[in-house]
């Protein structure tokens, strides 16, 4: 990976970093939570063609870095480490250690969570069962009391937890709600938001004005969650354990 400077109308330079694929035709950028960078293609790569590239979207380039500034701030990790998880809407920076057992130590003074693990090099998989019990124990929780607030809603068949990284959740035809075992990242009222999207899949199998109106019923502020979760989605991508 190489860099090249480019200096924005803030007054700051940015250095770009710039990833070669052979399977792109043109010069393009990506901009998310973790950065902005430019892909090139890799068999025609000119310095001087990529940086008329950038100068060419440095109003583009400023806008992407102060939005994601911005969503950097609102969910609190500028100051993180970039080995950080989320936990119930709120960014922990990770610690693993080696013990005798498995247990996991939240602390929300330190802003930590620490992972006892027998074996370092399975961390990962350790954390995800952890996100995957917790997942089914609050959706669990949190779904009763949805339903419960909410009679006359069409009953559900079964719940399945899975590992999802595409979506947050689905309905089937079979009536099954599923969840993404990431659901634990995010916070109490998202969880809420994506629990009552899908049950109101059971009455409605699409996104019509109907289905928008039964999701309006059991969360009045479902606009304001909905965008709290494409904000949180942008953040999984920081802190998710792959």
Known sequence: MSF????????????????????AGRFWLK???????????????????????????????????QYYEKVRAEC??????SNAISFLGKIYNLQVV????FSITISTSLCKITVHVTDLR?????????YHTETRRIVTERLEFIIRMNPGLPAYNKVFIKDHTARWASCSEKRN????????????????YVIIHELAHLVQL?????????????????????KLLHKYSMLIKYTRIS
Not at 122 to 130: C, H, M, P
């Open 177 to 192: 709600l599923n969840f993404s075992l990431l659901l634990a990242m995010l916070p109490i009222q998202v969880i809420d």
């Open 31 to 65: 901009a998310d939570i973790s950065g902005i960078y430019m892909v090139a293609p890799a068999d025609n790569y000119g310095i001087n063609q990529a940086t008329r590239f950038l100068e060419d979207k440095k109003a583009w380039i400023l806008k992407a870095v």
């Open 98 to 101: 080696k013990d005798t057992r």
């Open 206 to 226: 699409n996104h019509s004005k109907r289905f928008w109106d039964i999701v309006k019923k059991m969360d009045p502020e479902f606009q304001t969650h909905r």
């Open 122 to 130: 399975d961390y990962k998989n350790e954390i995800k069962q952890w």
């Open 4 to 23: 090249l400077p480019i200096h924005l109308s803030d007054g700051r330079v940015l250095n770009m970093k710039i990833r070669k694929s052979k399977r």
């Open 76 to 81: 609190g990790i500028d100051n993180l480490r």
